[in-house]
Structures are given as structure tokens and as C-alpha cells.
């Protein structure tokens, strides 16, 4: 079994993977199953990470021309 630790699938998951191995190639496709389903629910949490992750940048953005703004104001006074 090549080391499975890189994956980022949960440890009951992990579990669950390692006693198929366990049983022989009988379970080769429900191991990959399993897998495929984690490849889904990885792939689901990457765009809604990036969702956040373009939601902060507009925050940010938005705060610099705020503060580009309120310096601009104080150096006309």
C-alpha cells in the first residue's frame, strides 16, 4: 500500500480504507470509491474555499481605497 497520510482523507476514512486493503483485492472498488467520493467532497470544499477566498480579497480591495481615500482627504486639509 503506497502511504496514503497526503491525501487529506479523514482518519475514519483512512480506517475504513486500510481494513478493505486488509482484505484483499476484493475491495479494489469499493477503495476506489472511497476514494472518488473524498476526491468530490475535496473538490466541493476547493470552490467554496475560493468563494471566501475572492469575498476577502473585495474586502480587502475595499479597504484600501478607503484608506487611499482618507489620506487623500487629510492631505487636502
Known amino acids: 500500500m503506497k502511504c496514503m497520510r497526503g491525501v487529506g482523507i479523514p482518519?475514519?476514512?483512512l480506517i475504513?480504507?486500510?481494513a478493505m486493503f486488509n482484505q484483499g483485492a476484493d475491495t479494489i472498488g469499493a477503495r476506489k470509491?472511497?476514494?472518488?467520493?473524498?476526491?468530490?467532497?475535496?473538490?466541493l470544499k476547493i470552490v467554496e474555499?475560493?468563494?471566501v477566498l475572492e469575498r476577502l480579497d473585495?474586502?480587502?480591495?475595499?479597504y484600501e481605497e478607503r484608506c487611499l481615500?482618507?489620506?487623500e482627504e487629510n492631505l487636502r486639509k
Do not use: T, W
Open 11 to 13: 482518519v475514519e476514512m
Open 16 to 18: 475504513e480504507y486500510v
Open 33 to 43: 470509491e472511497l476514494l472518488v467520493e473524498q476526491r468530490q467532497q475535496l473538490a
Open 49 to 51: 474555499m475560493q468563494a
Open 58 to 62: 473585495n474586502k480587502i480591495d475595499g
Open 69 to 71: 481615500k482618507f489620506e
